[in-house]
């Protein structure tokens, strides 16, 4: 694929994926507040407990996803059609089988869901409300397999799509819902039944537009591809491992340690945070697919300028948005919800620290993910698991830290691995880089975001507002016009921010040097 058709489809795709985001969560803030206002704290709790209880089970899958995904790349640069259908076909055949077991295993914990929470009266229907959730995850892997051809053909838009239509109707029929009847499981189960629609609509529209994979329907994989996908896969396990352990433990830690009703509360802190960390992350893989193809086909300097400009824009969007959220999400929850919802400071700025070193990752995970590092970080990844739950436990028990021990915890764990591993193997491995020049940028980028969050307070000092509502509106122009002016004001001359313009403009505001990347 030329440069240009990759930079027309990966702005496509990640407009689209945008798109997606705003809609997805506007409707789920809407979903929210009436899901508080309907229901209770412990429902909250209750939802995010789960959610990363079948997130850790969920270990099963191996990354064998990421691991055939990354296999597809060259037979579809090369419109190998009959190598894609067997590596799908493989896809579909171990996914099968990891769909029947996680469901097996899932519903065997079923007796001991009691032991993970704490602090909250007992819920008659507590095994039905698990059961839901874990159908809701599960079922997808049996479907979920054909998106990837969508991926690797760089067709992400198409997902995306489908997605906006099916979360849209679900978000509406959920709060129309517990308008009229409060009720949670009927909650669950228009969830569970449109994440299936999901599943089907990109089921079907695969089937349709890709006619070469019902020619090639028996293809199988050679046994060296299959023993490098395998071997690839035992590797991705340890990196699924550590992704589970470091996202989804924080959750159960609380709910067992400190307690349930407070899972509750952090929850809609997570809710801002998550959204977040998703349109960000949503944004980013959608240029995937083009990221693929030119690690697929160019020189490593091409991809060394490429991967530079796209960090710097990652790094625009992620410190702008970690920012704003330091800034706006205490004043906006008293605002929403009231002052009975607000957690302590500490708590906000370990929300905000681990958000931030979790979506500057973006950029590495993606090149990482395309160039197939799967062995190489293998140990990486255990080492970050380990530290995260040891760390976590002694902040949470003898310290006696709490929320924030845990927290805490993550940001320790990342600190010692992910913050300088993941950059040494594409640095000084892949580009033939200085690490040293990664160091400086990252200090670079963390340095302006938190001056850009210290100018926006001063602002704040300096002019008092008392109306809630209008202090927050101030606060929220603040961020807009102040951090994104300050960056601008900081990066004006890199060549970066010269890339960052071109494409948003489409023109030559800048005479420099223009590169050929996606």
Same mark, same amino acid.
């Given at each position: 694929?030329?440069?240009?058709?990759?930079?027309?489809?990966?702005?496509?795709?990640?407009? @689209?994926?945008?798109?997606?985001?705003?809609?997805?969560? !506007?409707?789920?803030?809407?979903?929210?507040?009436?899901?508080?206002?309907?229901?209770?704290?412990?429902?909250?709790?209750?939802? %995010? *407990?789960?959610?990363?209880?079948?997130?850790?089970?969920?270990?099963?899958? *191996? %990354?064998?996803?990421?691991?055939?995904?990354?296999?597809?790349?060259?037979? +579809?640069?090369?419109?190998?059609?009959?190598?894609?259908? +067997?590596?799908?076909?493989?896809?579909?055949?171990?996914?099968?089988?990891? %769909?029947?077991? $996680?469901?097996?295993?899932?519903?065997? *914990?079923?007796?001991? *869901? =009691? #032991?993970?929470?704490?602090?909250?009266?007992?819920?008659?229907?507590?095994? $039905?409300?698990?059961? $839901?959730? !874990? /159908?809701?995850?599960? %079922?997808?892997?049996?479907?979920?397999?054909?998106?990837?051809?969508?991926?690797? =053909?760089?067709?992400? =838009?198409?997902?995306?799509?489908?997605?906006?239509?099916?979360?849209?109707?679900?978000?509406? !029929?959920?709060i129309l819902m517990l308008i009229a009847y409060q009720n949670f499981i009927q909650y669950l189960l228009i969830q569970l039944l449109f994440t299936l629609l999901n599943n089907i609509a990109i089921s079907l529209y695969v089937d349709h537009n890709y006619s070469y994979l019902k020619k090639f329907k028996k293809a199988k994989v050679d046994s060296k591809t299959r023993n490098q996908i395998y071997t690839n896969v035992k590797a991705m396990f340890l990196s699924k491992l550590s992704s589970a352990v470091v996202t989804s433990t924080d959750n159960i830690l609380i709910s067992k340690y400190v307690s349930t009703v407070a899972l509750g509360l952090y929850s809609n802190y997570t809710l801002f945070s998550n959204m977040l960390r998703t349109f960000i992350s949503k944004i980013f893989e959608a240029l995937t697919g083009s990221i693929g193809n030119l690690v697929a086909t160019e020189k490593a300097n091409k991809i060394y300028d490429l991967f530079r400009d796209i960090w710097f824009v990652n790094f625009w969007i992620v410190g702008f948005c970690s920012a704003s959220l330091f800034i706006l999400i205490n004043p906006f929850i008293e605002l929403w919800i009231g002052p009975s919802y607000?957690?302590?400071?500490?708590?906000? @700025?370990?929300? /905000?620290?681990?958000?931030?070193?979790?979506?500057?990752?973006?950029?590495? !995970?993606? #090149? +990482?993910?395309?160039?197939? $590092?799967? /062995?190489?970080?293998?140990?990486?990844?255990?080492?970050?698991? /380990?530290?995260?739950?040891?760390i976590s436990l002694f902040f949470v028990g003898p310290m006696q830290l709490g929320i924030t021990g845990i927290l805490l915890g993550t940001f320790v764990s990342n600190i010692a691995t992910n913050f300088w591993y993941e950059p040494y193997l594409l640095f000084v491995k892949r580009f033939r880089a200085k690490l040293l020049t990664y160091f400086f940028l990252y200090l670079k980028y963390l340095i302006v975001t938190i001056t850009s969050i210290v100018i926006v307070l001063l602002i704040e000092n300096i002019v008092e507002i008392v109306n809630p509502f209008f202090h927050f509106i101030f606060l929220l122009f603040s961020c807009i016009i102040v951090i994104n002016g300050f960056f601008a004001i900081v990066f004006f001359k890199t060549s970066e921010f010269k890339f960052l313009i071109k494409k948003l403009f489409r023109i030559k505001v800048f005479k420099y040097d223009s590169r050929k990347n996606i």
């Open positions: 694929m030329s440069a240009t058709s990759r930079t027309k489809q990966s702005i496509k795709n990640s407009s @689209v994926a945008l798109f997606e985001q705003i809609i997805y969560n !506007l409707l789920s803030f809407i979903s929210r507040t009436v899901f508080i206002f309907t229901l209770n704290r412990t429902y909250l709790g209750i939802n %995010g *407990l789960f959610n990363d209880i079948l997130t850790l089970l969920s270990l099963g899958e *191996l %990354g064998i996803g990421t691991a055939i995904i990354y296999s597809m790349y060259k037979p +579809a640069a090369k419109d190998d059609y009959e190598s894609l259908s +067997a590596l799908l076909n493989l896809y579909k055949k171990i996914y099968t089988m990891i %769909g029947t077991v $996680l469901t097996v295993v899932g519903l065997c *914990l079923t007796p001991f *869901l =009691d #032991f993970f929470i704490s602090d909250m009266p007992t819920l008659e229907k507590l095994p $039905l409300i698990y059961i $839901l959730y !874990l /159908v809701n995850t599960t %079922g997808s892997y049996f479907f979920i397999y054909k998106k990837s051809i969508l991926i690797v =053909d760089q067709r992400s =838009d198409i997902v995306s799509i489908i997605s906006i239509l099916t979360n849209t109707l679900k978000i509406i !029929l959920q607000l957690m302590d400071i500490d708590v906000v @700025v370990m929300i /905000v620290l681990n958000l931030y070193m979790r979506l500057i990752r973006n950029t590495f !995970l993606i #090149f +990482a993910d395309t160039y197939g $590092l799967f /062995v190489e970080l293998r140990w990486k990844s255990i080492c970050e698991a /380990v530290i995260n739950i040891i």
